[in-house]
């Protein structure tokens, strides 16, 4: 059973671009969680999907950040227009929609923006 | 809203030494409570989970935890450390209904020769 698959691994872009991170969840689980997490700091909770839903988008910016998880197909966290600010490791992580509801990460996106 | 609190962002323990490592949530009804490391560059990784089947429960590697209801607490032990323990470790704590989850700021072991 594969694990979570998060590509790309590693993502340069320019300032004003745009980033679009992707995430597969593991086989069978139906929830998709986005993370940041910056050098030094914690997990940073930003949203919290399930198909086709934005159950909580809580920790996400309000701008220029978005998410979805379709139907088909994986997760996408979009960036548009990127400032160094958001140069940072990006965790998605999965889980089933049944207790105890433990998450199982990926090995993160590292966003570097210059 | 549930909460939970690592005490000490940093922890340096001797090789060979007791490993503690200490997390408290804040909940009135018990929840389900999960221990996370995480190595240099990589993704966080389960050690071990509580779902109230038993109070001390044992994960990966050689750790363990104990619930403690009358102390909201769930400590992270290991008996002895290795080189090799040394990482970022994060406690998190489940809602019962799955919709809310929680980690602490993450405690950092270092293990000393």
């Known amino acids: 059973n594969a694990g979570v698959m998060q590509n790309p691994r590693h993502l340069v872009r320019r300032r004003g671009q745009e980033a679009r991170l992707r995430c597969s969840p593991m086989k069978g689980h139906s929830h998709v969680y986005w993370y940041r997490q910056l050098p030094e700091e914690g997990l940073k909770f930003m949203v919290y999907l399930q198909k086709e839903n934005i159950i909580d988008e809580s920790g996400m910016p309000k701008e220029r950040f978005s998410a979805e998880f379709p139907k088909e197909g994986p997760s996408i966290l979009r960036i548009q227009q990127v400032v160094r600010g958001d140069s940072a490791a990006y965790f998605c992580?999965?889980?089933?929609?049944?207790?105890?509801?433990?998450?199982?990460f990926g090995p993160g996106t590292r966003l570097t923006v210059t | 809203a549930q909460s939970v609190t690592q005490l000490g962002s940093h922890v340096s323990v001797s090789e060979g030494a007791l490993v503690l490592l200490r997390c408290n949530y804040s909940s009135s009804v018990p929840p389900y409570l999960f221990w996370y490391v995480q190595y240099p560059n990589q993704g966080l990784q389960l050690l071990l989970k509580y779902t109230s089947a038993a109070t001390l429960v044992k994960g990966i590697n050689g750790f363990e935890a104990e619930f403690k209801k009358s102390e909201t607490s769930f400590h992270l032990t290991k008996p002895s450390a290795h080189m090799s323990d040394a990482a970022e470790y994060f406690c998190a704590v489940s809602s019962n209904t799955g919709n809310q989850f929680y980690f602490g700021t993450g405690t950092s072991l270092t293990v000393i020769p």
């Open positions: 992580a999965s889980s089933v929609d049944r207790p105890p509801y433990e998450q199982y």
